[in-house]
């Protein structure tokens, strides 16, 4: 289908059919899926993947082109290679689906997520927290006596570290975006 | 060009200009201006069913039929929620339908008015695509756009939810036109896959072609370009429930239907084959039973428009994306401009092993004493009536089963049956659907008593419309299916599988003003059946049948192809407990 972004030779040239059989190893894939920004469209995305039985690690979406009414939705997935490509097969037969890329197979991507972090401590907790988060290159957005918000941006690892750093030192909350991925040169 | 009209004038209009001329329906508040603009005109029969359920599966009868969408028009709320199992009996099996449903005004909408529904919500994952239609300007080409998704790719169900206050409002028409959606599927395979077939082709010493309702969906033209290769190869062809008529059973390379109750020579051919080349099949569960022991030794290819269905459920060497027709035909173009080769000496031998299967007669069965054994029963029917302009559909069980296998199909469109989702109350229904668009045609529903009776008010319709459908009702006083299923797998404890309190079918057709025929005697089925159609009306036949009768060949569950019961095996503990957990 047109949607789905497989050159000519259609799911020959998949990563999946370089593999001799379906194997049982789960992998993480980065999906980037161009929708029309229609009505329902994220409904029907999030039910394709409730509905068979599939993983969303993550998931973000936001109008990217307004004239040409087109939204773009990020999905960290996992699964089976063959899982993988039934995901991107069953993606590209949606109808205001146009195009849907695997970052993951088609080279070198950057991920970037931003996250805010509430910390609450006095004393040593909390000069260690602002140490730790000036080496993590968070920012200071929020401050009061006995807490600080941070924010910080990076690949979602680096959120994850950073959080595990955090905990001991008076974590409260924290929000994430969700991944944004775009792929590396042309 | 473009006109101003009320949005109920605009659906109607837009019906026009698609060319449909039968419509499937039942009114209610929120379709009401929609009904005064049909009303209005005679260029669109409307068909009112006795439940919206009905008018789903008649507008797919239609649909299987004709190679055209079928349309429907029911209300918001409780009519658009009773069109749900026809919806998704049409997404699995890939039929094309416009389905419109009326909706509350848009003010209203969340506000959980009288008969409100959330229509697209609920019908999201049964429908290929659908639409809430907010404004009258859009409205034209919404409905266009609808044809175009249903009838474009892998064709399926689409719906369009219009507002009351839509439909009264008035706004631009905009006629119809050559799509530029983007949704264009490719039909056009490629060639360096179809090269690759032509080379296995070439060299195949046991080929086997597995066809499936993508060729029936295709088009005619797919079916006879179907059958020029298969004259040509001289390749065994077997195909799904959804596919039969594609090739003709008369053809000498026809194996039967395969599957879980399928043809012995068809199963083992594939499970032996060194070539499958699946033509617009899915590999359905029904098909490949144990996925893991599915056809060891072969090289498959698999020609399918739909890209999600290949390597879904087992990986294939050949895959080809696109439209069965025109796949076929480039590769028919190829393999001839190489020289139409085959391996024919190797391929000699293996109809030599395959005349060893057919031997072994798997649909045997003996007629003896004063029971009609149901195989008996349609093996009369097709006697009788092979030689009418005969259409069949059927309901969901033993009886959908023993018509698959003892019933011809010569062409395509000829048979309309609930295959995917197994909707037991399809086939009386579709066989209005097929009578609307064949008039003068023989049309048939092969039921069960217990499946019958899940849409019997369409009676009324079938009456009303002067449409003289056969219901021929295999009556085992049995849910038939599941009772064969508690044999084998629940010790012969048959909880709830027996049909109590049947109606006396004769005077339930004369209630209503049919004709109602009862026959108990194989002596005097011939006659029975000649009495049914020679009536010039609806006829309900009430064919008494032998009650604990299994339907095999069987392909049990959690075995492989090679590994069947057929009819005389016993049924106890052929079943493991993890055979048992599958459906």
């Given amino acids: 289908m047109s949607a789905l972004k497989i050159k000519k030779g259609a799911t020959s040239h998949s990563a999946y059919n370089l593999r001799p059989n379906f194997s049982d190893v789960i992998e993480r894939h980065t999906l980037a899926v161009l929708v029309e920004n229609e009505p329902g469209v994220l409904a029907r995305v999030i039910g394709l993947f409730s509905g068979r039985g599939y993983n969303i690690d993550s998931l ?33 037969r949606i109808v205001p689906v146009h195009e849907v890329n695997d970052l993951t197979v088609e080279g ?60 001991p030192l008076g974590l409260v909350s924290v929000a994430r975006t969700g991944v944004a991925a775009l792929s590396r040169g042309d | 060009m473009t006109r101003k009209m009320t949005g109920a004038k605009m659906i109607v209009q837009a019906l026009i200009d698609q060319g449909v001329d039968t419509v499937f329906g039942y009114p209610g508040g929120a379709v009401l201006p929609i009904y005064d603009e049909v009303f209005q005109q005679n260029s669109i029969k409307h068909v009112l069913v006795r439940h919206e359920q009905g008018a789903v599966h008649a507008a797919e009868g239609y649909a299987r039929s004709t190679g055209k969408p079928g349309v429907v028009l029911v209300t918001s709320g409780p009519g658009a929620t009773n069109a749900v199992t026809g919806l998704t009996d049409a997404l699995l099996d890939s039929i094309p339908l ?90 056009k395979g490629d060639m360096t896959e179809i090269t690759a077939l032509v080379e296995a082709i070439e060299s195949a010493k046991r080929p086997v072609f597995y066809t499936g309702g993508g060729v029936i969906n295709s088009g005619p033209a797919a079916s006879q370009l179907l059958r020029e290769l298969v004259e040509a190869t001289g390749f065994p062809i077997t195909s799904t429930l959804m596919g039969l008529g594609s090739y003709p059973a008369s053809g000498d390379k026809w194996l039967g239907m395969l599957g879980m109750h399928g043809l012995y020579e ?124 005969r259409y069949i559909t059927t309901e969901v069980g033993q009886h959908q089963m023993w018509a698959a296998q003892y019933l011809n199909f010569e062409d395509p469109n000829r048979w309309m049956t609930s295959g995917g989702l197994g ?68 010790g012969e404890r048959y909880s709830q599988s027996w049909s109590e309190s049947l109606p006396d079918f004769v005077k339930l057709a004369e209630a209503f003003g049919a004709k109602g025929i009862i026959c108990s005697d194989p002596d005097d089925l011939d006659d029975a059946i000649l009495e049914m159609l020679n009536y010039d009306g609806p006829v309900i036949f009430d064919c008494l049948v032998e009650k604990h009768e299994n339907c095999f060949p069987m392909i049990p569950s959690g075995k492989a192809h090679n590994d069947m019961m057929l009819a005389g095996a016993g049924t106890q503990g052929v079943i493991d407990a993890k055979g048992s957990v599958l459906v």
């Fill in chain 1, 60 to 92: 973000t979406v936001a109008e990217v082109d307004h004239t040409g009414h087109l939204s773009r939705i990020t999905i960290v997935t996992s699964g089976t290679p063959q899982v993988i490509e039934q995901i991107k097969a069953q993606l590209g």
């Fill in chain 1, 108 to 167: 070198p991507v950057v991920e970037r997520e931003l996250a805010m972090f509430k910390v609450s401590g006095t004393g040593e907790k909390r000069v260690e927290a602002l140490r730790l988060a000036d080496i993590f290159r968070a920012n200071v957005v929020d401050s009061t006596l006995e807490t600080f918000v941070f924010e910080i941006t990076g690949a979602p690892e680096k959120i994850d570290a950073f959080a595990e750093l955090m905990r």
């Fill in chain 2, 98 to 187: 416009v389905v419109l449903t009326g909706q509350v005004p848009t003010f209203m909408i969340g506000s959980d008015a009288f008969q409100e529904a959330d229509t697209v919500g609920i019908t999201r994952p049964c429908t290929k695509h659908n639409w809430l239609v907010k404004e009258t300007d859009k409205l034209g080409a919404v409905l266009h756009e609808a044809f175009h998704v249903a009838t474009s790719g892998r064709p399926g169900p689409v719906l369009v939810d219009i507002p009351k206050d839509v439909q009264f409002a008035t706004g631009q028409y905009t006629p119809k036109k050559p799509s530029t959606s983007h949704y264009q599927p490719p039909v």
């Fill in chain 2, 266 to 389: 068809a199963n083992m051919a594939m499970h032996d084959c060194d070539l499958m080349i699946n033509i617009g099949a899915r590999f359905d569960d029904r098909i490949t039973g144990v996925v893991d022991l599915f056809s060891p030794k072969s090289k498959k290819a698999h020609i399918d428009i739909d890209p999600s269905s290949i390597n879904k459920i087992i990986r294939v060497d050949i895959p080809i994306v696109g439209d069965v027709g025109h796949v076929l035909e480039d590769l028919l173009k190829v393999w001839k401009s190489r020289g139409r080769k085959t391996n024919s000496d190797a391929v000699a031998k293996w109809w030599k092993q395959i005349e060893e299967w057919r031997n072994v007669d798997c649909l045997k069965f003996e007629q003896t004493g004063k029971i009609i054994k149901p195989q008996y029963a349609l093996s009369r029917l097709e006697a009788l009536t092979k030689d009418h302009d």
């Fill in chain 2, 423 to 490: 909707t037991m109350g399809y086939g009386f229904p579709a066989s209005i659907g097929v009578q609307m668009a064949h008039p003068d045609a023989l049309v048939i529903n092969v039921a069960g008593e217990a499946s019958w009776l899940m849409n019997m008010q369409e009676m009324g319709t079938a009456m009303q419309y002067g449409l003289p459908v056969k219901q021929f009702i295999l009556n085992n006083e049995r849910l038939g299916m599941v009772r064969q299923w508690q044999e084998l797998l629940h």
